[in-house]
């Protein structure tokens, strides 16, 4: 293929002396953590297209070894381990053209223990359409990998009756560090004001979250109340909506310095301790605080908070700067061990693999391939190798399969960018933390 370039490049005319020729050719690239989980006693896939820069076959490939780990398979897509121990895993990438290794990574394999842990163990994953949709159930919750686990938020996980989220279909980071006052905007209880005051979310919002508790087939049965989006965003708040006046929205039993969005006034409303006065959001500090989160909503602090975000964020384009978005991250980070000073930050990797380009919605996988590639390699460059700071990387993303991970129907793929058949896979990476951590604990 380089070879093929600079033929190219000299026909045109152009100097192959020229820095900035060879500059605009491009060069793959591979990127991984510096850690990585797997769960005992159970398949673990590595696969490389969610890690490698570009997937071109016969151009590159990805070769995996390690002195320790015993690989049930090794192939040009994936490799595999049923039995792993802990060790090193060494991956490199190979020039196509002459067999030249252009990178070495190694990792550090941390193995977790399925179904030890005698004592309960709480969690919360804050995300978007990908957690809303219970990714992770599987893993955590079905198959007994984590016992005792208690998950905690406030949207009740698919199929499940005491476990919760914080995933909202959609969202994108910055969705988490902005005020929910549309009647059909999710309740995000992160931002909050600063100082003796507490944002409960829109009257609408917690009137019609009641309505769809109580009937939550009224959107398909009766004069289609709400639009699919509305439902959407209005399930899994089964518990908490029950703290708001099933015909206002208004929080049941108010205390001085609780805040609504009145949406019949187009107002915020602050409670005095006798009436709801009118005032303007600009009248507060807006912050993300996890800490009057926790308190406000009587949610256990969890021993791990993970985060997986980004797809929605970038999948749509490249070339983006990430300085935003990476202290937007910090700020979660530090509000949530400011709250929980003993916790672990958890930054999952989200979804390099978007599909094939054979699909539904037309989307043009190829490029979000690309672009969260670089969502990827900004996390592993940005904040890999910061435990000591309590800071930790699950690189859920490897776990799929870009191409037999998702949905076909007569033979075209579809659900892009989410891999259904590949979702009890990309679970076990976390069950493997979790794991782990339970394991490091109990023996210390």
Wanted: overall charge positive.
């Amino acid at each position: 293929m380089k070879k093929a370039i600079c033929l190219i490049l000299v026909l045109a005319g152009l100097n192959l002396n020229s820095p900035q020729v060879f500059s605009q050719v491009f060069k793959n690239d591979i990127s991984f953590p510096s850690e990585i989980y797997l769960l005992s006693d159970v398949q673990n896939n590595i696969f490389i297209q969610p890690f490698i820069k570009r997937w071109r076959p016969y151009d590159s490939f990805v070769r995996f070894s390690s002195l320790t780990i015993p690989f049930s398979f090794r192939g040009e897509k994936v490799a595999s381990v049923n039995k792993p121990v802990n060790g090193k895993l060494k991956i490199q990438l190979y020039d196509g053209d002459d067999f030249n290794v252009v990178k070495t990574i190694e990792s550090d394999v941390k193995v977790g223990k399925m179904g030890i842990g005698e004592s309960e163990v709480v969690i919360q994953i804050i995300g978007d359409s990908f957690t809303q949709g219970g990714f992770f159930r599987d893993a955590l919750l079905v198959k007994g990998y984590t016992p005792k686990l208690k998950m905690v938020g406030l949207r009740r996980v698919n199929d499940e009756r005491d476990q919760f989220d914080e995933g909202r279909g959609g969202w994108t980071l910055e969705r988490y560090f902005n005020i929910t006052k549309k009647p059909n905007d999710a309740y995000n209880g992160f931002w909050q004001p600063q100082g003796n005051y507490r944002y409960w979310g829109s009257t609408r919002f917690w009137k019609m979250a009641n309505d769809f508790r109580k009937n939550p087939n009224s959107n398909i049965a009766t004069n289609k109340a709400w639009e699919f989006n509305d439902s959407y965003n209005l399930s899994k708040y089964d518990s908490v909506s029950r703290k708001f006046n099933e015909n206002t929205g208004f929080i049941l039993n108010p205390k001085a310095g609780d805040i609504q969005f009145d949406n019949d006034k187009n107002s915020f409303v602050l409670f005095n301790g006798k009436n709801w006065e009118p005032k303007n959001d600009t009248d507060f500090v807006w912050s993300f605080q996890y800490g009057k989160y926790l308190s406000m909503w009587n949610i256990a602090p969890p021993h791990m908070l993970f985060e997986m975000l980004g797809l929605n964020d970038f999948r749509h384009g490249i070339n983006h700067d990430f300085q935003n978005w990476n202290n937007m991250l910090m700020q979660m980070k530090q509000s949530y061990l400011a709250a929980v000073p003993n916790g672990k930050f958890v930054i999952c990797i989200p979804s390099s693999s978007c599909g094939i380009i054979d699909n539904v919605a037309g989307d043009f996988t190829t490029m979000q391939n690309a672009a969260m590639w670089e969502v990827r390699n900004n996390i592993i460059n940005t904040f890999d190798k910061q435990q000591s700071d309590k800071v930790y990387i699950v690189d859920v993303a490897a776990s799929i399969d870009n191409e037999k991970g998702y949905q076909y129907i007569d033979g075209i793929q579809k659900g892009n960018p989410h891999p259904y058949p590949n979702y009890p896979s990309m679970g076990i990476s976390i069950a493997a933390f979790i794991q782990y951590q339970r394991f490091i604990k109990q023996n210390n």
